[in-house]
């Protein structure tokens, strides 16, 4: 099974701040990531594919990179709406989900 | 418009079994990957099981031999058989549309429904 291990598990931040997540695999997925955003009591959306395609409709101040082991989620200029739980997913071996990064404005 | 509709949550006793049914509207179940996720109260997401186009199925370690994901193409309908229910179990069950059989995200998703377990 492949295990995924997000940091960090928290953060708090002002608005226009650059926030990073990262996202590790515990063996080689390629690119197999994707990265959701969940508000509390609604159901996850999917914002980034494929480690670095932003879904459609997303906004630009959200990306992604990292290929084999090692991602990175950023939000380029946090803003008030992206108060959520941010998770990423492999899908090389099935689907696992990491255990999720809770952000929150300072 | 694509719409996924979950539906068979409640309350039941350890060792029950229960039916979710998550009604599709705006494309074909049957020709997508469809799959089953839970979140179990201020918890993380689990995936729980999924099943191809093709009619194959799969599960999580932590569900398997228990719970069966299947489908009625006449009703355009997803279905999750639970069965042998333990606490644990206990979570909002969301059913989800991947996205392709070659990107595998979650790219539609319901409402949740809950499911607790317990005497």
């Known amino acids: 099974d492949i295990q995924m291990t997000q940091s960090p598990s928290s953060l708090s931040a002002s608005v226009g701040d650059r926030v990073t997540i990262t996202c590790q695999a515990s063996q080689d997925i390629s690119n197999y990531l994707n990265w959701y955003q969940q508000k509390p009591g609604k159901a996850p959306k999917l914002l980034i594919y494929?480690?670095?395609n932003l879904e459609t409709g997303v906004p630009s101040r959200f990306s992604g990179s990292g290929s084999g082991t090692d991602f990175t989620f950023t939000i380029s200029s946090l803003q008030p709406e992206d108060i959520a739980t941010y998770y990423c997913?492999?899908?090389?071996?099935?689907?696992?989900f990491g255990p999720g990064t809770k952000v929150d404005i300072k | 418009e694509v719409q996924l509709v979950e539906s068979g949550g409640g309350l039941i006793q350890p060792g029950g079994s229960l039916r979710l049914s998550c009604a599709a509207s705006?494309?074909?179940?049957?020709?997508?990957?469809m799959s089953w996720v839970r979140q179990a109260p201020g918890k993380g997401l689990e995936w729980v099981s999924v099943i191809y186009s093709g009619g194959s199925t799969y599960y999580a370690d932590s569900v398997k031999g228990r719970f069966t994901i299947s489908r009625d193409n006449s009703k355009n309908t997803l279905y999750l058989q639970m069965n042998s229910l333990r606490a644990e179990d206990t979570a909002v069950y969301y059913c989800a549309r991947v996205l392709s059989w070659s990107t595998r995200g979650f790219d539609y998703w319901g409402q949740g429904t809950l499911v607790t377990v317990s005497s």
């Open positions: 494929d480690a670095s």
């Open positions: 705006g494309f074909t179940v049957s020709s997508n990957y």
């Open positions: 997913q492999q899908y090389d071996n099935l689907f696992t």
